[in-house]
């Protein structure tokens, strides 16, 4: 993603320019500062389309299919989100600046929360991205803790890893 022009750009396997899509905008397939991507099992695009305070998710050629989201603090809205990922199982987990992480189905409906602001296992300082596991662990960095935390597809925190190279199993 390029945050700073608004757009998505493609670049082949040895790093050439391709194409690009997108402009500035709050539109279908509009973007302002895409940040996060990842791909779904059928090649679409899931962006963290963050000043959207949204979610986009587009075809490899850049045609909409849906959006999700708004900006706000409850279950389902975004402030500013910045990393996606998505599950085995085709679900959506969203890391934003609301220091937690939101987990959709891949319709983009909401599923559950994990997370919060705060110290101690579980919540986050400031969490910054997250992937998902083989086995549909969703797995999130932290640069306010300086730590990973690995939590169950179900939320449940699994293990920490620290910034001094500790591991601790919940």
């Known amino acids: 993603s390029d945050y700073a022009l608004d757009r998505i750009s493609v670049f082949d ?3 050439r320019y391709v194409r690009s899509f997108g402009e500035r905008g709050g539109g279908e397939g ?3 500062g895409p940040n996060g991507l990842c791909f779904t099992a059928d090649g679409n695009l899931v ?3 963050q000043q959207n305070h949204r979610v986009q998710i587009v075809g ?3 045609t909409f299919v849906r959006a999700f989201g708004s900006e706000g603090e409850e279950d389902g809205q975004f402030s500013l989100p910045h990393s996606v990922s998505v599950g085995p ?3 959506i987990a969203v890391v934003d600046d609301s ?11 909401f599923v559950r929360r994990i997370g919060s602001e705060g110290e101690g296992p579980g919540p986050f300082m400031s969490g910054s991205g997250v992937a998902h596991g083989a086995g549909g662990e969703i797995i ?18 699994l293990q920490i890893i620290g910034a001094e190279g500790d591991s601790k199993v919940a």
């Open 13 to 15: 396997r040895e790093g």
């Open 30 to 32: 509009q973007f302002d």
């Open 47 to 49: 962006v963290a389309d």
């Open 60 to 62: 490899e050629d850049g």
């Open 89 to 91: 199982d085709g679900s």
């Open 99 to 109: 220091n937690r992480v939101q987990i959709f189905d891949g319709e983009g409906r």
């Open 140 to 157: 999130v960095s932290d640069c306010g803790r300086e730590d990973v935390q690995v939590f169950s597809g179900e939320g449940e925190l």
